[in-house]
């Protein structure tokens, strides 16, 4: 009763200052709508938002409040100095502004059964928590306590979001509350998390698996009227922001197969620390993706689960700003910021961002604002650093306990038998014997499989004459009345000789062929990078410029009128955002030939965070597979230090158990079997290619027609041009075409020379049929252009010795170096000398 007379006072209270407020806007309109300006743009500095009021204090409005104005600036103040704040003001678009202020200048209602059910999630927030902190005292589990709103305003953002059309929701979040959001949200049972606390069954994680705070679930919503919305949490490594990017290509995968009313039915949803928001750098490159066209998912709803502390690191260490948050201001989206410990606001912020981002396609940030009860994982002491902000911690009542008196609801029978279900499930959990699964894969992965790889793969990949012919042809068109440039043009000519049979192919010109092979049979082609439309040696022209109008046009979107999708992006300025994007969009269109290309191979260690965390691990993380393909420009060629290696031995280091294919192939032909084992393998793993740059069009990389009708892709090529040789030199790539030509100079076809296509698996059967080629050969010579401590020499020297058999075996490279190549062209020239004479030897 105490409550609801207070209650009653507030409401009396704030009739009066709204009458007030009437009457000084009736005599004066233009003073209301400057007040309320002033409190529009500002009001956000004098919000309380700590809910230890520790940190975030008010500040004065950098404008002074007009003359008699009082009753109409405690109105505005109630709009926007309670408990939640909006930014707003950097939004160009005066609809979004005037729909936002809507919004926010009416009184907020929360019916009685509304209260209920975010009770009820509280509830269950807390409890779960406390049962964890009762049955596994010191394990890590990272907490949600101090931020338990979430878990209703995730239900009230499905709620919403189901009404609006809804049906997909893939979402990604850090750690903290991610064990109490697969229970609570996703709705996998408590059994099953227990059962990862019991750790059973260590012997099925024996080199792979991952810590359960880093793992995905799937699970569904059902909103009260019975719509459905599929979720899908992303799994997540240690690096918090790595996942960003990933969840918005898997977002963009599925509305893609949903068709045009995809990004209305599946709304991607990123969860940030606040420390993590305000300083990892993928972020930001993931937040700028949101309006580029082939990148945008129709809107994403960011929140920030905001403990106002990092480890130990306090606002000011982790952001240079007010809030968190501020990075976000460099696009026009509105930025909510709201006390987590008052639920009802929370729940309002959440129903007006799931609104916002269905009207207008755009992303929004709510900001939650608390605290974190324990440490850092629990098994931290966070007194040592923050003790103030502790002992206010340790003052303060459980949230779903204060709430329940605030509404006025006796919540003990229903806090009773949550905590009975969960002392139940954690004793289904301690009997479990095999850890649960708590995702599925949906059903288009069902005709893909990972696991170890056949030493060749049965998928066909050659094409008859006739066909390449016909593909040639396709790739080669141009519209009536279309102006291309005079050098496509040449080029195009070119293109044509070489359908022809009377040119051999190139690079640029097998790869658009294989691409227009997979089309024409319904295999969707997506690649992007920065410039790589064109490509950034001039080599692919899969979209024509007009000259006159500029507008582009692309003969693989025009192969037939059932064809797969073609998309080309040239990307923005990003090497770990994109290709994270990729690698999300890979994951849930599998039967997408996917492809990101780095400008030069050396910028790729710009996205090292997804190679390591996802690429290359994810199959034994997570048990997700990804048929992502990356292209990466790889040679040298005197330009230096940062245009030279795609850093192929730290490709080669992560490579184990069959988890990818790292290959150069080294010729057109190649290449095109290549791409489209890709597409047309059962299997999924990733694939690195080490790309050419000057051998794009060189004489002997270069192939004929008939090499386009080989069954398939070949690991590893013999010699036919030596002559009873004495040595074998093993290379891949450029330094074997270099090692050709200098060879065919000397006239002396003594020595073999075998490339080595793909690097990993490592083609131990082929590669010794070709050895064993040469009966008469003594010695094997592994050959690399690149410095001895990188390259494949340390991954490759072994394998090769014992591939060789009795066969001596030699190694030739550079030496060993900090920098992968010299930044002087002579420099390089005389370095390429020697290699060639030591692998040669001298004239």
């Not at 950097?90 to 009416?106: F, G, T, V």
């Not at 012919?469 to 291309?484: A, D, H, M, Q």
């Not at 064809?563 to 770990?576: I, P, R, V």
Request: hydrophobic share 40%.
């Amino acid at each position: 009763m105490a409550n609801r007379a207070k209650s009653i006072g507030k409401a009396a209270a704030a009739a009066q200052t709204a009458a007030a407020a009437t009457e000084e806007t009736l005599s004066n309109p233009q003073l209301r709508t400057e007040v309320f300006e002033i409190f529009r743009r500002w009001g956000y500095l004098q919000a309380t938002l700590d809910p230890l009021k520790q940190y975030l204090p008010a500040e004065p409005f950098p404008i002074d409040l007009p003359e008699g104005s009082d009753a109409i600036a405690e109105e505005a103040r109630r709009y926007y100095c309670g408990n939640i704040a909006l930014e707003f003001s950097h939004i160009a678009s005066p609809e979004k502004r005037e729909w936002l202020q809507q919004k926010m200048e009416q009184l907020p209602v929360e019916t009685p059964q509304q209260q209920a059910q975010t009770l009820t999630g509280l509830i269950k927030a807390d409890i779960f928590e406390q049962t964890i902190q009762q049955r596994y005292l010191g394990t890590k589990r990272f907490s949600l306590e101090g931020l338990t709103a979430l878990i209703p305003y995730l239900d009230r953002t499905f709620e919403v979001s189901s009404a609006l059309g809804v049906e997909v929701c893939h979402f990604a979040m850090n750690h903290r509350g991610r064990l109490n959001v697969m229970v609570n949200t996703v709705g996998r049972s408590a059994a099953d998390i227990f059962t990862k606390f019991e750790d059973v069954d260590p012997r099925s994680h024996l080199g792979g698996g991952d810590v359960k705070y880093h793992q995905g679930a799937t699970g569904t919503y059902t909103a009260p009227d019975g719509k459905n919305i599929k979720l899908h949490l992303a799994s997540n490594p240690s690096h918090l922001e790595a996942v960003d990017p990933v969840i918005m290509g898997r977002a963009r995968a599925r509305q893609v197969r949903l068709g045009a009313d995809g990004p209305k039915k599946v709304l991607p949803i990123i969860i940030h620390g606040d420390a993590a928001f305000a300083g990892q750098g993928i972020w930001a490159e993931t937040l700028v993706l949101a309006t580029i066209n082939g990148y945008t998912v129709g809107g994403t709803i960011q929140i920030v689960v905001n403990n106002l502390l990092g480890f130990t690191a306090e606002p000011l260490e982790s952001n240079s700003s007010r809030f968190a948050t501020d990075m976000a201001k460099r696009l026009p989206i509105p930025i909510f910021h709201v006390n987590a410990e008052d639920p009802d606001a929370v729940v309002r912020v959440a129903a007006i961002a799931a609104e916002y981002r269905a009207t207008f396609a755009s992303d929004v940030v709510v900001d939650l604002i608390g605290y974190r009860r324990h440490g850092h994982s629990e098994v931290d002491d966070p007194t040592v650093t923050q003790p103030r902000r502790y002992a206010k911690i340790k003052e303060t009542e459980l949230l779903y306990k204060s709430y329940a008196k605030r509404i006025g609801v006796d919540a003990a029978s229903e806090i009773k038998a949550t905590s009975d279900k969960l002392l139940a499930d954690q004793a289904l959990g301690k009997e479990a014997l095999h850890p649960p699964t708590l995702a599925e894969l949906p059903d288009y992965w069902n005709k893909y499989k990972g696991g170890y790889l056949p030493q060749v793969d049965p998928a066909v990949t050659g094409l008859p004459v006739d066909e390449i012919k016909r593909l040639t042809s396709l790739i080669t068109r141009t519209p009536e009345g279309f102006n291309v440039h005079p050098k496509v043009k040449a080029l195009l000519k070119q293109r044509d000789e070489m359908g022809a049979g009377t040119k051999p192919f190139d690079y640029g010109t097998a790869e658009l062929v294989a691409y227009a092979s997979l089309l024409e049979k319904g295999t969707p082609v997506r690649l992007s990078g920065q410039d790589s439309q064109r490509g950034t040696f001039n080599q692919r022209h899969s979209f024509f410029t007009d000259v006159e109008t500029e507008k582009r046009w692309s003969p693989l979107q025009n192969i037939n009128a059932n064809q797969g999708q073609f998309e080309a992006y040239n990307s923005m300025l990003s090497e770990a955002g994109v290709l994270g994007f990729e690698y999300g969009y890979s994951r849930d269109f599998p039967e997408t030939l996917t492809l990101w290309e780095a400008q030069f191979g050396d910028f790729a260690n710009g996205a090292q965070i997804i190679i390591d965390q996802f690429i290359a691990a994810g199959e034994a993380k997570w048990h997700l597979y990804s048929g992502v393909a990356m292209l990466l420009p790889h040679g040298y060629e005197g330009q230096g230090p940062e245009h030279s290696s795609a850093r192929m031995e730290r490709f080669l280091q992560l490579c184990a158990t069959d988890n990818m294919y790292v290959t150069q192939p080294s010729n057109a032909a190649q290449y095109f079997h290549l791409l489209r084992r890709q597409a047309l393998s059962e299997y999924r793993k990733p694939l690195v290619v080490f790309t050419p740059k000057s051998m794009l069009r060189h004489p002997d990389a270069i192939s004929p027609i008939a090499d386009f009708g080989a069954e398939h892709f070949q690991t590893v090529l013999a010699d036919t041009e030596a002559k009873d040789p004495k040595r074998i030199l093993v290379c891949s790539g450029k330094i074997g075409h270099n090692l050709r030509v200098e060879r065919a100079k000397r006239g002396d076809y003594s020595t073999a020379i075998v490339f080595v296509e793909q690097l990993y698996p490592w083609p131990e059967e082929a590669l010794a049929k070709a050895l064993n080629m040469y009966p008469s050969a003594e010695e094997v010579v592994f050959v690399q252009e690149e410095p001895a401590n990188m390259g494949a020499l340390s991954y490759a020297y072994p394998l090769l010795k014992r591939t060789a058999g009795n066969r001596r075996v030699l190694r030739v490279s550079r030496s060993a170096a900090a920098s992968p190549a010299t930044g002087s062209a002579k420099a390089h020239e005389l370095e390429e000398k020697m290699l060639l004479e030591l692998a040669l030897g001298k004239k």
